[in-house]
């Protein structure tokens, strides 16, 4: 029986990506797969629905959800897409969980299989299957454009015969995927490019794209990086003594951007209130941690904020999202190699098998329960128990009462004639 994959247009309006591409759904429907995409699912990535069919697809409505085996969605579905899926469907998406506990409780309860891609580990394997980097490295990329845009001046020097334009100054927060590819991108468009961070390993990386590294490199700093590659949450001293480094270095910037993220915290505060004070006229700072509470002080999710003394603070959502064409196709990729890994080629069908390092890795749900051991606390309440009718009592025989015996009539007296004369 052939089983089938359905690609939804995604329901929040600031998200412009889709889960699939042609060359993926020539791909999928290769495996033995019928694939079907939403109507305009595709627009936001300039994508019609004309270039799904051509690859195989064919084009359906929201209600086509509920056939589905597999369905491969960029953001976590909500619980009105919950009540539309099959139970048993397996959901591959970036779903956001930490701070989500109810949702992913809401999840389990719906009986789906979810898979969170930002789970997926950091491992040769499952290179090609790297969503916070295929995504993180547009944000990077896609930063340095928007912080141009609002510097309104030229990023390079240039040297005319009317006189000399100085290079802008950049200096980079955050030395992972995205600050590596914001690095790269203003070194590009000409500026002169610094950079910080707390693991040890970006000094090397920063230095190779011809950037300067600025931190402090105590003993904290050479242990704080985690076995995966990810930073980890410095003390207070550090942060500390970081800020008072990092001070002086931003009054002199004409560009900051801010790419700190720890899985599941909030984003620690790297640039205050005083520091963004301290800044020219003119300046940008660009907070890429805005969604999860923002590394800049004054940082507003969502808005460009002009600051008393001049100082423009970009906290753009969904950033990779603003380069929707290239960030779908990159990450349709990823959806379409971690999922081929668990297709059976013989019987072209959805073969999950739950000891897979990838599996385990990214599974938030599986048979109505949480099994991701980071949400081992969530809770998921039972359905509610239908309350049964209350049985009706066998109605009593009626038993026909002996009638009662009639009293016998009393015995008329003889009429008396009266006769005249008596009172």
Do not use: C, W
Request: charged share 25%; proline share 5%.
């Amino acid at each position: 029986m052939t089983q089938t994959i359905f690609i939804p247009k995604e329901i929040d309006p600031s998200e412009p990506r889709v889960a699939a591409s042609p060359e993926t759904v020539k791909r999928l429907t290769g495996l033995g797969f019928d694939v079907i995409v939403e109507a305009a699912a595709g627009l936001g990535s300039r994508i019609t629905d004309a270039d799904f069919t051509t690859a195989g697809a064919k084009i359906g409505k929201t209600a086509d959800a509920a056939k589905a085996d597999v369905v491969l969605k960029v953001r976590r579905p909500t619980d009105a897409e919950l009540k539309g899926y099959k139970s048993g469907a397996a959901v591959i998406a970036i779903m956001d969980p930490y701070g989500n506990d109810a949702a992913v409780a809401a999840m389990a309860k719906a009986g789906i299989t979810a898979f969170s891609m930002e789970f997926m580990p950091r491992i040769t394997r499952a290179q090609v299957m790297d969503v916070l980097s295929s995504q993180a490295n547009l944000a990077g990329y896609q930063a340095v454009i928007d912080a141009a845009a609002e510097y309104d001046r030229a990023l390079p020097m240039m040297m005319t015969a009317a006189g000399t334009v100085p290079a802008a100054k950049v200096f980079i927060m955050g030395v992972g995927v995205a600050g590596l590819q914001a690095i790269a991108t203003a070194r590009r468009l000409g500026a002169v490019v610094t950079a910080t961070d707390v693991r040890p390993a970006a000094k090397e990386q920063v230095a190779s794209l011809g950037a300067k590294f600025l931190a402090v490199e105590d003993e904290e700093f050479k242990a704080a990086e985690t076995a995966g590659g990810y930073a980890k949450e410095m003390s207070k001293e550090y942060q500390a003594k970081q800020a008072t480094l990092t001070a002086e270095h931003i009054a002199k910037q004409d560009i900051v951007i801010t790419t700190a993220l720890i899985p599941g915290r909030p984003a620690p505060k790297l640039v205050s209130a005083a520091m963004v004070a301290s800044m020219k006229p003119g300046s940008v700072l660009v907070d890429l941690a805005v969604e999860r509470g923002g590394n800049v002080e004054g940082a507003v999710p969502g808005k460009v904020v002009t600051t008393d003394n001049g100082v423009k603070i970009v906290g753009h959502l969904n950033v990779s999202g603003r380069v929707a064409a290239s960030a779908s196709l990159l990450y349709a990729k990823n959806l379409y190699a971690f999922l081929e890994t668990m297709v059976d080629k013989g019987t072209k069908q959805l073969a999950i098998n739950r000891e897979d390092e990838l599996v385990k890795a990214t599974m938030l749900t599986d048979g109505g329960k949480v099994v991701h051991p980071a949400f081992a606390n969530v809770v998921v309440a039972e359905p509610a128990a239908k309350a049964e009718p209350e049985k009706a009592e066998p109605a009593k025989p009626k038993v026909a009462k002996p009638a009662a015996a009639k009293k016998p009539a009393a015995a008329k007296k003889p009429a008396v004639k009266k006769s005249k004369g008596d009172a």
